[in-house]
């Protein structure tokens, strides 16, 4: 693509608060021209890429020292956006910051937009789609898992399989187009044994890949936890002990919580999100009712059911309903009201939420739980909502086409749904975009990145 | 200074938050093999000085990938400590930070202290003490005054004159000791009449930058202007109004502030520390008494008097306090219950602080008065107690010296009383130094710088 189409943009690439060091990027066809007005340093103009430069930066107006800098150079193609760009390291003051700026816009750079640098580098060809989204979720990765994730995409794992498949795709689908102008002799230059193997091999990992997002998803948001059980069972008591805070309102009054409360909790590196919920009864009480309503809804999103009854109560959940949810850890409450000993055939976790005893047993069985179902080491896991649609998208066509293959349907109907899928497999990479796509996907990027 | 004595630290030097970029910085004699541990990148270790490398950081105990990140080497003493120095500009993730961090120190770095790097900077010969002061000064600077006198310090303009002024003292002393070894002999080869003449220079010298002192700190706390006047005409309704928030309890109740209220106020560039004051007037009560008595003293320490009546009462600052204070600003409250015109001889500024009319005015003087003790380009401004402290402590040994001088007394007791003053002078550049000295300055530093 054509960089000199582009201006040349700045921003504040570190964090904006007083800190030992901040760092500005400046990045287009201009990069270089302006830095050699704004910075007095030796050697700049002639200097290789991949060097760093020590001087003063001015204000060219009042050629006035702004700061002493620490300036990068990088020479188009061989920088993060693909472009020439520097790197200005400057003191850590939020007033310097904002004369870097000023400065750097008056010399004609363009404030950048969130996430233009990546966006740049997708649009030069430094990373796909999928890679500079991986970029985003690095940043915000708060747990080792969603940071593994983003790496494993960052480095193009996922991207290389989906192009793989693509790849075959389109060559069928070339042939199967090329066939068209052979039409009236009735010849096969793709042979349809292979194809639908291809495809057959292509829907599975479409698949596995799909089923993977419901996990990836967890991982990135929190394995959702829902607590569940009667009313005054101690629900929100052991959401409060878990957190370690006063989320919940707890009272001694059934049906205190109506509204789903939930916040997130790092169990060794593991984020769970928990939902402490409506007790189940029958009610009378119409915002409860809602309420109920609601905690059953949440049941089917869940990944670990925590099943709550205490001494006086006892499960709510039919057995109907625990079939559905293999991952339910079943928990004995108020332990401290109840000290006598578990009945052998009790399976549950005798806990005191109002102690906080047994927490700690719940919480290593919480572990055990997503340990069961935890990405290996080579699993490729979705984790972005844009890559499970396409490629929901593009199993539609697929499946399609398979049948319609078996069913020996002609050749430019089956192509046609061929690059229906090939269409939506390049969206996740990038092959396939629009600008609304882009600004979309760009516009949840920090700044300077 | 033997940088070999020194281990190896790392700090995140960019603000902590999450950001596109954040930057860590490793210093000492191990940071490249440390880096050559972590950094998966080519041609690092034989790479020169002032260069940029990409590639990724893995934790060398789980062969993880950490980051992709980009590495800055610097070859000691080509470095802002003057060591060897690796800075990994890392995805501005708090994760990632931590674990960055955490790799280091598993390497066998040391987190760093406060102020460690520029303290290391210092004490390898890469800056005087006053300019690594200036460093942590301009970080903080949040007018274009603060930041133009921090960085005056930081090139050194200060610390030259000072060394010059002490070079020349420490030849004569040296003169003067040399007089001591041929005491029999009645030689004098110090030039007592060129020697007076150097004290004199110095003494006046040492003056005027310790007059700076008041204007320097003015600048970096913000210049001190105190609101005085009779109760109730209005004075917390003006500094409110000046400060744009409802900063002081306001009432029609005469009396009604006590302590001293103050708060900053940026004015085109320039910041104006606002006091505002109990109303000055006979009182029985006993707290408001203490109040007055501590306006009186908040008088002397402020640059610039806002003086207000209203309508009713007249200025409260008898004709003797105004002889001593000559920024004085005379303002006249309440102008929207006394719309009639100014008096011929009223010189001050009508305002309704309620209203918010003639605060521009009343600013554009202030800027006025400001204007008129504004350090000069090439004038050399102290904004540090401490350099003021040992300026003043010079300057007592000095002027004993000079008197001393004139009375013709022995060489050996001058002689003693310059090496006092050169002591002194020597503290502010680092010359003279000790640990609790350097400890009490760079604990102020922030981390990573």
Redesign the interface.
């Known amino acids: 693509m054509d960089t000199q189409s582009f201006d040349t943009i700045c921003?504040l690439?570190?964090?904006?608060?007083?800190?030992?060091?901040?760092?500005i990027?400046l990045s287009g066809p201009d990069a270089f021209k302006i830095a050699q007005i704004i910075f007095m340093g030796k050697h700049f103009k002639a200097a290789e890429s991949?060097?760093?430069?020590f001087g003063k930066c001015i204000d060219p107006a009042s050629m006035?020292?702004i700061?002493?800098v620490?300036l990068?150079k990088?020479i188009g193609p061989k920088s993060y956006t693909g472009e020439d760009m520097v790197?200005f390291?400057i003191?850590?003051?939020?007033?310097?910051q904002a004369?870097m700026i000023q400065v750097l816009i008056a010399q004609g750079a363009r404030l950048a937009n969130p996430g233009e640098?990546s966006q740049r580098a997708f649009l030069n060809g430094k990373m796909d789609l999928s890679q500079a989204e991986a970029?985003c979720d690095?940043?915000?990765?708060?747990?080792?898992q969603?940071?593994?994730l983003a790496?494993k995409q960052?480095?193009g794992g996922f991207s290389l399989k989906i192009k793989a498949l693509r790849d075959r795709l389109i060559e069928f689908a070339s042939l199967m187009e090329l066939e068209l102008d052979f039409s009236e002799e009735d010849v096969e230059f793709a042979d349809r044994s292979h194809l639908e193997q291809l495809l057959s091999n292509i829907i599975e990992e479409s698949k596995i890949l799909c089923d993977s997002f419901k996990l990836g998803n967890a991982i990135k948001k929190g394995i959702p936890v829902i607590i569940v059980g009667a009313p005054n069972v101690g629900k929100s008591t052991l959401l409060n002990t878990l957190l370690n805070e006063q989320k919940a309102i707890v009272s001694d009054v059934a049906g205190t919580t109506r509204d789903v409360i939930e916040d997130t909790l790092n169990i060794k590196g593991i984020s769970f999100r928990f939902m402490d919920t409506a007790g189940i009864r029958e009610s009378e009480d119409k915002v409860e009712k809602i309420g109920i309503k609601k905690t059953k809804d949440y049941i089917d999103t869940a990944q670990i059911i925590i099943n709550v009854k205490d001494h006086q109560t006892g499960y709510v959940l039919t057995e109907k309903e625990i079939q559905q949810h293999q991952n339910l850890i079943y928990v004995t409450n108020k332990s401290d009201l109840n000290p006598q000993k578990k009945k052998q055939n009790d399976q549950s976790i005798f806990i005191s939420a109002k102690e906080n005893t047994g927490i700690e047993e719940l919480k290593t069985e919480l572990l055990n739980l997503y340990n069961l179902s935890a990405p290996t080491n080579d699993q490729i896991v979705i984790t972005s909502q844009r890559h499970y649609a396409s490629l929901i998208n593009a199993l539609t066509p697929l499946e399609k086409s398979l049948e319609d293959l078996k069913h020996k349907v002609s050749g430019d109907l089956i192509a046609q749904n061929l690059r229906y899928a090939i269409h939506h497999l390049g969206e996740i990479t990038g092959e396939i975009s629009n600008e609304d796509l882009l600004d979309s996907i760009f516009s949840n990027?920090?700044?300077?990145?």
């Open positions: 921003a690439s570190s964090g904006s608060a007083q800190a030992a060091i901040s760092l990027r991949q060097t760093l430069h006035k020292t700061d002493e620490l990068s990088f790197e390291s003191h850590g003051s939020p007033y310097i004369q640098f970029v690095l940043i915000s990765a708060t747990t080792p969603m940071h593994a790496l960052l480095k990027f920090c700044i300077g990145k």
